[in-house]
T-cell receptor, first 113, second 113 residues
């Protein structure tokens, strides 16, 4: 199983909503990542978890709150989003924090109203 | 200056053509280098890693020049299925924080019949 899964595929939320994006991998990978990708732009790193601990937070607004409940799961909790937060949110994993190969999930396409 | 820069594109080439993409990076702490491809509305997928000795995978050849901080990708005998955005990616090791993958802006390739 070399797959990273993400749910939901699409999400529309208003400014007062609270929602969560989920990411799962069963490859035994110990590093997991959240990226944000706007249209016609490259992915931008948001958070890195190494061995279930947050190791990188790339100055992301507090309305985005990551959580890694165990080594297979990564969540991104969303609250009071702004329209500029509309993007494709990609999850990725790699075997170890220093590993070269990242496996990406299909992404969640988020529309913030 | 952006950390990773690429040819702006788009590149429109006929089937069977040879096309070359260029990429430069600015951070001398960059450790590993990759080419990813991303199809429209899909997640990025690793095409190949790039080594100083150069490496080839079928019709694809990648080169790295550390002294010039320059990476290239050559596609020979291009196929319609090669149409995608090609992303140059650099891995930077941040001592206390772990690794950071930085994506270039991407170069769009359209192979025409």
């Amino acid at each position: 199983d070399t797959e990273v899964t993400q749910t939901p595929k699409h999400l529309v939320m208003g400014m007062t909503n609270k929602k969560s994006l989920k990411c799962e991998q069963h490859m035994g990978h110990r590093a997991m990542y959240w990226y944000k990708q706007k249209a016609k732009k490259p992915p931008e790193l948001m958070f890195v978890y190494s061995y279930e601990k947050l190791s990188i937070n790339e100055s992301v607004p507090s309305r985005f709150s990551p959580e890694c409940p165990n080594s297979s799961l990564l969540n991104l909790h969303l609250h009071a989003l702004q329209p500029e937060d509309s993007a494709l949110y990609l999850c990725a994993s790699s075997q170890e924090p220093g590993a070269d190969t990242q496996y990406f999930g299909p992404g969640t396409r988020l529309t913030a109203l | 200056r952006k950390e990773v820069e690429q040819d702006p594109g788009p590149f429109n080439v006929p089937e069977g053509a040879t096309v070359a993409f260029n990429c430069t990076y600015s951070n001398s702490a960059s450790q590993s280098f990759f080419w990813y491809r991303q199809d429209c509305r899909k997640e990025p997928k690793l095409l190949m890693s790039v080594y100083s000795s150069g490496n080839e995978d079928g019709r694809f050849t990648a080169q790295l020049n550390r002294a010039s901080q320059y990476i290239s990708l050559l596609i020979r005998d291009s196929k319609l299925s090669d149409s995608a955005t090609y992303l140059c990616v650099v891995k930077i090791w941040l001592y206390f924080y772990g690794q950071n993958f930085v994506f270039g802006p991407g170069t769009r390739l359209s192979v025409l019949p």
